[in-house]
């Protein structure tokens, strides 16, 4: 792990310390673990020195979560949405350009943590990749299929420790969830459900045809990035930009992979063989108001084939026989129904609040020993793999296979046709022109 200039010289002041006077204590400020508070106190010799790419909204979040390491480099391309987080770290520099902040910082930058709009997801873990940086990068991990598949062999070529945003893999919830599956709860599952409030934005609308003035804290061509040039307007900002095909990947790539994390993992679903999509209109600019994609996936080991269908725009399944009238089936944002042939199982959002239905069978239920290591916080979970603990529980060669199975859905709508998949190959089969979806030409400047 590199060390900046004020921990190298006070290191030197320390060693000076030993040979000399009492006196000098005043000056330490690295001292011995045991006087800062004993086991678990990460001293600030310790720390890992990190930079934030896209550090408004969910991004300021992102760094709270890891303020406790040395908050170093702070990047957004719009000063007034990065305006509190700029504040709350004083002494950390402050850019626009990422690519400028990693080459001028390099030295002093163990990881990076990037929460900017899904399109430039990949170009910015990329490139911090490249020059060995550990990366947090939130959800969707990237913006394309390609570009998933790319970023998760660079991330096992580099050796960097690497986590993607979706928290509720850190959860206890999809703990219980894989761990009640795998001891024959609700028996063999072949038929899986799994839904979203999303999208919470506009979708379904064609692109406005007037220009609006850039706002003075806005770098409008640094918000672009690999992204086609369009005039600016305020139907992409801020938040609005999930709903866009340039930008977003709409309700499914916001949500999924929260929501659709826990059968992937419970069941151990790999690349699904097909794919196939029904929706309001969909158009070459926005996702559609609502939709419902069923994904196929084959047998696994004794894991028969099962059949994911997923549901957003105030679309979701019907509630099953056996939950109780008046009870909600999962939670506000979402949920996951497990269709076994002994029996069924819901949960909420992000893997939350398993249960067994109807109530009397989860009271009954015999619960089978905790088998799976249980994680104290998501980003805590990366911090613990970047000083060389184990591998974080949602990295890359988990998070990026988990997104090209979300993604795979949108292909599905803007094709319009059912699509098999060959997921080692990373082609359609059926629909040739399906491929010209897993991924597209970055705009002239930027590259992975």
Wanted: charged fraction near 25%; hydrophobic fraction near 35%; proline fraction near 7%.
């Amino acid at each position: 792990m590199k060390k900046n200039k004020t921990e190298r010289s006070t290191r030197v002041t320390r060693r000076r310390f030993l040979g000399t006077t009492a006196a000098t204590l005043a000056t330490v400020t690295i001292v011995p673990r045991h006087v800062l508070g004993g086991v678990g106190h990460t001293p600030p010799s310790e720390k890992l020195n990190i930079a934030g790419i896209g550090v408004g909204g969910k991004g300021a979040g992102d760094i709270g979560a890891v303020s406790s390491e040395n908050i170093v480099a702070l990047c957004d391309v719009d000063e007034k949405q990065a305006g509190k987080t700029f504040e709350e770290y004083p002494q950390a520099k402050k850019y626009k350009d990422f690519r400028r902040m990693l080459e001028k910082e390099e030295k002093n930058i163990d990881a990076v943590v990037v929460a900017t709009p899904d399109h430039v997801h990949a170009v910015a873990s990329m490139m911090a990749i490249k020059m060995g940086k550990h990366v947090y990068t939130e959800k969707p991990l990237t913006h394309t299929i390609y570009e998933a598949r790319m970023l998760t062999k660079a991330a096992r070529e580099h050796k960097v420790a690497t986590q993607m945003g979706n928290q509720g893999r850190s959860g206890e919830g999809i703990r219980l969830i894989c761990e009640w599956i795998w001891d024959g709860a609700i028996g063999q599952v072949r038929e899986v459900h799994a839904w979203t409030n999303r999208p919470i934005w506009p979708q379904g609308m064609d692109r406005p045809e007037e220009t609006e003035p850039v706002p003075a804290t806005l770098d409008w061509d640094l918000w672009l990035g690999p992204a086609p040039q369009r005039p600016y307007n305020s139907a992409y900002l801020p938040f609005k930009w999930r709903g866009w095909w340039d930008f977003g990947t709409g309700a499914l790539g916001d949500m999924a992979c929260h929501i659709i994390d826990a059968p992937v993992l419970a069941l151990k679903l790999g690349y699904p063989t097909s794919v196939r999509a029904i929706s309001t209109p969909v158009n070459s600019e926005t996702a559609p108001t609502a939709s419902i994609v069923e994904y196929e996936f084959g047998a696994r080991g004794k894991m028969p084939p099962v059949k994911v269908t997923w549901y957003d725009g105030e679309l979701r399944p019907p509630n099953p026989e056996e939950l109780e009238p008046g009870r909600r089936m999962g939670s506000k944002n979402g949920g996951v129904l497990f269709v076994g042939d002994k029996g069924k199982l819901v949960c909420g959002c992000y893997g939350k609040s398993p249960r067994l239905i109807p109530e009397s069978k989860m009271q009954a239920y015999q619960r089978p020993p905790r088998t799976i290591e249980r994680v104290e916080e998501h980003h805590k979970d990366w911090v613990n793999a970047c000083k060389g603990g184990k591998p974080a529980c949602s990295n890359f060669d988990y998070a990026g296979p988990l997104t090209e199975v979300v993604l795979l859905g949108n292909l599905a709508l803007r094709a319009g046709k059912r699509l098999e998949w060959d997921g080692e190959n990373m082609r359609v089969t059926n629909v040739p022109e399906a491929n010209e979806y897993l991924h597209r030409q970055y705009r002239q400047g930027w590259s992975l």
